[in-house]
């Protein structure tokens, strides 16, 4: 019976049965649901629809209420998902005996991942294993402060002596919240530790990651021993092993200003590449019914392990998951409907890392395949060329535009730049890259038995130096990269109603889409007066957390008059986080201005001390700034000047801003320290 049922509910669209699984996840997401109540409305909903399909008398009501009740159900099973797949319910989890500052500790981790390393840290994944001498788990980021320590291999057991706290929200407005990321990741907290405390167990964690990380060195071993180029090789490893830890910022930069990025993380263009190079080499095997079969196998365990080896980040397990859904179409002589394809895709991924759904990667992979998908048709029938190299280019533009349609709205809200000239990009380096994949595949299968042929791996070298001169020159075009686009997630949803308005009408034109496309541009337009309008009439004062310097803002409306020291202002560090603020809030700087000792704002005294600690305006004001370590004593001052609030920027030391918080409370004055609290808007 139950399997009927199944049965019934997968001829179901699945793409309906997707989206009500997603927008549960994304309930679940936002609102965290309690275990219980998520898992008793399931089961009610369970019990309700096998009720009415197989007991209803009335197979009109039964078949009227059935599709209503398998998308709830998806729904409740999208939120379930998402709650039971929280580390945090378990009592055990190290989140629960941390705080927000850092505590020293003992702990014993397995690496799991080796991340990009920082300035001064290199960085990993771990598994947490005990907590002080009891029992813990959970993932956390591990901080080793850079030394002569040599890298550390994936499975290690360390015990280590550090520092552990929660992952801290941005201490600054509209800058990239890194703790949120982790969070989305299952990672809650970071852990800080030595070179010299950590002591390394002889015995490893030998999982499938252990496996294919020592498969990866191994390969870059026997590359850089046979003098494989520094800069071609961590190139061609993100493109082949999906590793992207080496990559140097001024490569990266070029791939992202050509409009390229896609190309050094393992996508769909390179797991279909791997398909089709696998269903090639097994051509010879016979075409019966159970030789299909074994190539299915092959094909699958062969993807899944280049998964596997690639890191399974979550364009590589989306592309590995819908590529095996089609490879088991191929072995069934069916038509793969793509739709249901990359639905059923998401589906199964989501089921079993509901997390990935937070991912910026796989929420602009979905799209992009999905606007290929959709739009690309509908661009390729305006030209119809009468030669099969013409046609090529053509796809390959079209393929591009569909693409970069899709995605446009979702890249500028993330990252505020769109690449101009990414058709030139495409039309040069993609007919390429079926060459450098395949070179790349079998250099790598080579070098995996330390079986080096020197002109192959001088070819592949030279086309990723070919590819990246040619990125560079791409690149070099920064006319072309719009860069600082500010974009509202409202604004970003507008478009999208738009745009898909836009190709829905042009599909098939009549009235009533007419119509919608017109409310849709309206709406688009009275969304961006409304939220103009609402900026213009903006007022505030910023005192930002920038380390080691002080940025103070004014702001009337989409003007910002900035206060610092001629030090701060050259600060890079303070230049990213006000490029930040006045991107994210569509405002521009009109006026930079020397720190005064005295401010007014909206009614509001700021007295400002600064570093040689000097007493400039006697008055009794509403806010007193400290800024630049002044040499003070804070309880005679307050009992000077009496205000009414104390505020301590990044600029001090910490140690004054724990004294002065101590003072503060012993005067009962409040006191802001941003590098506590984050910044402090008037």
């Given at each position: 019976m139950w399997y009927l049922l199944v049965m019934r509910v997968l001829?179901?669209?699945?793409?309906?049965?997707?989206?009500?699984?997603?927008?549960?996840?994304?309930?679940?997401?936002?609102?965290?649901?309690?275990?219980?109540?998520?898992?008793?409305?399931?089961?009610?909903?369970l019990l309700i629809l096998f009720s009415i399909d197989f007991f209803s008398k009335s197979k009109l009501l039964a078949s009227s209420y059935f599709g209503i009740l398998a998308l709830s159900t998806a729904f409740l099973i999208g939120i379930f998902t998402f709650v039971s797949q929280d580390p945090t319910r378990n009592k055990n989890h190290y989140v629960h005996f941390i705080s927000d500052q850092n505590k020293v500790c003992s702990a014993?981790?397995?690496?799991?991942?080796?991340?990009?390393?920082?300035?001064?840290?290199?960085?990993?994944?771990?598994?947490?294993?005990?907590?002080?001498?009891?029992?813990?788990?959970?993932?956390?980021?591990?901080?080793?402060?850079?030394?002569?320590?040599?890298?550390?291999?994936?499975?290690?057991k360390l015990q280590v002596v550090g520092s552990i706290s929660k992952n801290k929200p941005s201490n600054n407005p509209n800058q990239f919240d890194y703790g949120n990321y982790l969070e989305n990741q299952h990672i809650y907290g970071q852990l800080f530790v030595k070179a010299n405390s950590i002591r390394i167990s002889p015995i490893k964690e030998k999982s499938l990651f252990y496996y294919a990380s020592l498969l990866r060195n191994r390969i870059i071993q026997n590359l850089e021993k046979n003098h494989f180029h520094k800069s071609e090789l961590s190139v061609v490893v993100a493109l082949i092993l999906g590793q992207q830890q080496d990559i140097s910022p001024e490569i990266v930069r070029d791939y992202q200003y050509a409009g390229a990025v896609h190309v050094l993380s393992v996508s769909g263009l390179h797991?279909?590449?791997?398909?089709?190079?696998?269903?090639?080499?097994?051509?010879?095997?016979?075409?019966?019914?159970?030789?299909?079969?074994?190539?299915?196998?092959?094909?699958?365990?062969?993807?899944?392990?280049?998964?596997?080896?690639?890191?399974?980040?979550?364009?590589?397990?989306?592309?590995?998951?819908?590529?095996?859904?089609?490879?088991?179409?191929?072995?069934?002589?069916?038509?793969?409907?793509?739709?249901?394809?990359?639905?059923?895709?998401?589906?199964?991924?989501?089921?079993?890392?509901?997390?990935?759904?937070?991912?910026v990667g796989f929420q602009l992979s979905y799209v992009a395949l999905y606007f290929i998908v959709w739009?690309?048709?509908?661009?390729?029938?305006?030209?119809?060329?009468?030669?099969?190299?013409?046609?090529?280019?053509?796809?390959?533009?079209?393929?591009?535009?569909?693409?970069?349609?899709?995605?446009?709205?979702?890249?500028?809200?993330?990252?505020?730049?769109?690449?101009?000239?990414?058709?030139?990009?495409?039309?040069?380096?993609?007919?390429?890259?079926?060459?450098?994949?395949?070179?790349?595949?079998?250099?790598?299968?080579?070098?995996?038995?330390?079986?080096i042929w020197l002109p192959l791996l001088k070819a592949l070298e030279w086309c990723i130096w070919l590819l990246n001169k040619v990125i560079a020159w791409v690149a070099s075009f920064e006319g072309f990269v719009f860069k600082d686009i500010p974009l509202s997630v409202f604004m970003m949803w507008g478009l999208y109603f738009v745009i898909f308005s836009v190709i829905i009408w042009i599909k098939k034109p009549t009235f009533k889409k007419l119509l919608f496309l017109l409310i849709a541009i309206i709406s688009l337009q009275s969304l961006a007066f409304s939220l103009k309008y609402?900026?213009?009439?903006?007022?505030?004062?910023?005192?930002?957390?920038?380390?080691?310097?002080?940025?103070?803002?004014?702001?009337?409306?989409d003007q910002v008059t900035l206060f610092s020291t001629?030090?701060?202002?050259?600060?890079?560090?303070?230049?990213?986080?006000?490029?930040?603020?006045l991107i994210g809030n569509s405002c521009i700087l009109i006026n930079k201005r020397e720190l005064p000792n005295l401010l007014y704002f909206k009614h509001k005294k700021i007295l400002i001390i600064n570093r040689d600690g000097k007493l400039r305006a006697a008055c009794s004001p509403d806010i007193l700034l400290l800024v630049n370590n002044p040499k003070i004593n804070l309880e005679r001052v307050l009992q000077m000047v009496k205000p009414k609030l104390v505020v301590a920027d990044a600029s001090n030391y910490r140690l004054y801003c724990k004294l002065w918080k101590v003072t503060c409370e012993k005067e009962k004055i409040p006191f802001h320290s941003t590098d506590e609290k984050g910044f402090y808007k008037l």
């Open positions: 001829q179901f669209p699945l793409i309906k049965i997707t989206a009500s699984f997603v927008l549960g996840l994304l309930i679940a997401h936002y609102t965290k649901p309690a275990f219980l109540y998520s898992f008793i409305a399931l089961l009610v909903s014993i981790v397995i690496l799991k991942e080796k991340l990009k390393n920082s300035s001064v840290s290199n960085r990993y994944v771990a598994q947490l294993i005990s907590l002080n001498g009891k029992p813990s788990f959970g993932k956390v980021l591990l901080n080793i402060k850079k030394s002569n320590y040599h890298s550390l291999d994936v499975g290690s797991v279909g590449f791997i398909l089709l190079f696998i269903t090639f080499l097994l051509k010879p095997f016979p075409n019966s019914r159970r030789g299909a079969l074994v190539k299915l196998i092959i094909v699958i365990t062969f993807l899944w392990a280049f998964g596997l080896l690639a890191g399974f980040a979550p364009s590589v397990v989306r592309s590995v998951t819908m590529f095996s859904f089609v490879a088991v179409g191929m072995y069934l002589r069916r038509s793969v409907n793509i739709y249901n394809t990359l639905a059923i895709s998401a589906l199964f991924i989501l089921l079993f890392q509901p997390s990935f759904l937070m991912d739009l690309q048709p509908l661009l390729a029938s305006i030209w119809l060329p009468k030669y099969k190299l013409t046609s090529y280019f053509w796809d390959i533009i079209t393929v591009s535009f569909a693409a970069q349609i899709g995605t446009f709205p979702m890249s500028i809200y993330y990252f505020h730049q769109f690449p101009g000239l990414f058709f030139v990009t495409n039309l040069v380096i993609l007919p390429g890259m079926s060459i450098i994949l395949g070179l790349g595949v079998v250099v790598m299968f080579l070098a995996a038995f330390d079986w609402f900026n213009q009439k903006s007022e505030e004062l910023l005192v930002f957390n920038s380390r080691g310097t002080t940025l103070l803002t004014e702001r009337y409306g001629k030090y701060s202002i050259k600060s890079k560090s303070a230049a990213l986080v006000l490029k930040s603020y």
